[in-house]
Nanobody, 126 residues
Framework: QVQLVESGGGSEQAGGSLRLSCAAS????????MAWFRQAPGKEREGVAA????????FYADPVKGRFTISQDSAKNTVYLQMSSLKPEDTAMYYC???????????????????WGQGTQVTVSS
């Protein structure tokens, strides 16, 4: 059974930084796509960034390009989301998700992911 556990959320002022972690367990896949999504109150869940384990390729949504960085520590089965230059509009619940195989062109589509974490809250104040 695949399990994803997020941590690292919290409150930060605009312009600050936070690092989220997603610890994965219970799988043996060598090719998978691990992504971060976020959902603000009253809004749809949206893809933020993804890491393609098979090709070592990163994907980013336009609102976070240049500010967020996704990375992986394969030895720890952990994916990180380093968030810098935070803005109030980054406030949301952040989720990590996993799907077997390559990320593909629609990595940002939540329907493509089979496994989800419970989420961690990020709040950015102005």
């Amino acid at each position: 059974q695949v399990q994803l556990v997020e941590s690292g959320g919290g409150s930060e002022q605009a312009g600050g930084s936070l690092r989220l972690s997603c610890a994965a367990s219970g799988y043996t896949y060598r090719t998978y796509c691990m992504a971060w999504f976020r959902q603000a109150p009253g809004k749809e869940r949206e893809g933020v960034a993804a890491f393609d384990r098979g090709r070592a390729v990163e994907f980013y949504a336009d609102p976070v390009k240049g500010r967020f960085t996704i990375s992986q520590d394969s030895a720890k089965n952990t994916v990180y989301l380093q968030m810098s230059s935070l803005k109030p509009e980054d406030t949301a619940m952040y989720y990590c998700a996993l799907t077997v195989g390559l990320c593909g062109g629609s990595w940002y589509n939540r329907m493509n992911y089979n496994y989800w974490g419970q989420g961690t809250q990020v709040t950015v104040s102005s």
